[in-house]
């Protein structure tokens, strides 16, 4: 079994930057893919960035140019650098950490950290 715990998030005002972390109980290398995604209130939850193994990146519209997505494999941690944040920021943030066991891609998940941005 794998623990994820996220930290970092809290009450920043518009144009704001926070970093979140995600600490793994494991080594992050062990990860095919680890990710940051986010649900907002009525929402569904949203994939917004990704990271392979290999340490590409991909991001989603909305926050394509603000946030930065990074892992670090010595520490077991995996990040989001945010940067302007904005009102529709404001959600609760989880971290995925995604692991092939033989064939089949198991899931983890963190319990989440809100970050809220007032209007």
């Known amino acids: 079994q794998v623990q994820l715990v996220e930290s970092g998030g809290g009450l920043v005002q518009p144009g704001g930057s926070l970093r979140l972390s995600c600490v793994a109980s494991?080594?992050?290398?062990?990860?095919?893919?680890m990710a940051w995604y986010r649900q907002a209130p009525g929402q569904e939850r949203e994939s917004i960035a990704d990271i392979t193994h290999s340490g590409l990146t991909r991001y989603g519209d909305s926050v394509k140019g603000r946030f930065t997505i990074s892992r670090d494999n010595a520490k077991n941690t995996l990040f989001l650098q945010m940067n302007n944040l904005k009102p529709e920021d404001t959600a609760v943030y989880y971290c995925?950490?995604?692991?092939?066991?033989?064939?089949?891609?198991?899931?983890?998940w963190g319990q989440g950290t809100q970050v809220t941005v007032p209007s």
């Open positions: 995925q950490a995604v692991k092939l066991v033989e064939t089949e891609m198991v899931s983890f």
């Open positions: 494991r080594s992050t290398s062990t990860f095919i893919l």
